[in-house]
């Protein structure tokens, strides 16, 4: 075929895409708050989660984070997003469980931390809620799910939340307007190399 032929095909076929494209955009017309899934057992969860956090920042939309079991607060994110206008952050674990050792205390922890959660669950001024690791104390039992999922169906109607962590329920995933899984292909750390600022913590 000559390039006169081999362009004007793909002209035409680019035309059709186009239609196609047009008409799926036209279709998807609805807003409301999302709720979104990150799961699975690959890299890639919250940092997901902090890169929606920064897109909705820079629209200077209002954003609420509650970080679940881990008590660390010596991760990038907290040192650069918590010192922003428009953030509202809260670390509510004291640590991972091994480290604790304390059932009944990470219990206590964990639901005076979802109080602190319903409280910008409840606010409409906060567009975008990150609720990063909740899949964790719900596992484990510490918070019932079947309540965090009412307060979650019951924010304000335009509210975004997004949630992560390994493992996320049938019931989380029925309840969510988009769901991720990563999964794990390769990760450095099996080849021994530790967690690495800026890319892990
Ligand atoms: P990230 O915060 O990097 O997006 P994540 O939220 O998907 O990771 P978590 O289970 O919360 O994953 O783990 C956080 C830490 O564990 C990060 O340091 C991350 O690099 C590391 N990690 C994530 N997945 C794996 C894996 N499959 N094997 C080993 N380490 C992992
Ligand atoms: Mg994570």
Same mark, same amino acid.
């Given at each position: 075929?000559?390039?006169?032929?081999?362009?004007?095909?793909?002209?035409?076929?680019?035309?059709?895409?186009?239609?196609?494209?047009?008409?799926?955009?036209?279709?998807?017309?609805?807003?409301?708050?999302?709720?979104?899934?990150?799961?699975?057992?690959?890299?890639?969860?919250?940092?997901?989660?902090?890169?929606?956090?920064?897109?909705?920042?820079?629209?200077?939309?209002?954003?609420?984070?509650?970080?679940?079991?881990?008590?660390?607060?010596? $991760?990038?994110?907290?040192?650069?997003? &918590? %010192?922003?206008?428009?953030?509202?952050?809260? /670390?509510? #674990?004291? +640590?991972?469980?091994?480290?604790?050792?304390?059932?009944?205390?990470?219990?206590?922890?964990?639901?005076?931390?979802?109080?602190?959660?319903?409280?910008?669950?409840?606010?409409?001024?906060?567009?975008?809620?990150?609720?990063?690791?909740?899949?964790?104390?719900?596992?484990?039992?510490?918070?019932?799910?079947? $309540?965090?999922?009412?307060?979650?169906? &019951? %924010?304000?109607?335009?509210?975004?939340?997004? /949630?992560? #962590?390994? +493992?996320?329920?049938?019931?989380?995933?029925?309840?969510?307007?988009?769901?991720?899984?990563?999964?794990?292909?390769?990760?450095?750390?099996?080849?021994?190399?530790?967690?690495?600022?800026?890319?892990?913590?």
């Amino acid at each position: 075929m000559t390039d006169t032929g081999i362009n004007a095909r793909h002209k035409a076929r680019m035309e059709r895409k186009k239609a196609h494209i047009d008409q799926s955009i036209e279709k998807a017309d609805q807003e409301k708050g999302l709720l979104l899934v990150l799961t699975g057992n690959g890299k890639g969860k919250s940092s997901s989660a902090f890169g929606m956090m920064a897109r909705s920042l820079g629209y200077g939309m209002k954003v609420g984070v509650a970080q679940f079991i881990k008590g660390r607060s010596d $991760t990038g994110e907290e040192a650069f997003f &918590a %010192r922003q206008e428009n953030v509202e952050w809260h /670390v509510l #674990g004291e +640590g991972f469980t091994w480290n604790t050792q304390d059932r009944e205390g990470d219990i206590k922890t964990a639901i005076a931390g979802w109080e602190t959660t319903k409280t910008m669950l409840q606010n409409p001024e906060i567009a975008l809620v990150i609720l990063d690791e909740l899949t964790y104390p719900i596992k484990y039992g510490y918070l019932d799910e079947a $309540t965090i999922l009412a307060d979650i169906a &019951a %924010r304000p109607s335009q509210q975004h939340v997004v /949630v992560t #962590g390994r +493992g996320a329920s049938e019931a989380f995933i029925e309840l969510a307007d988009t769901v991720s899984e990563l999964k794990d292909v390769k990760h450095a750390y099996r080849a021994g190399i530790k967690a690495q600022a800026g890319i892990d913590l």
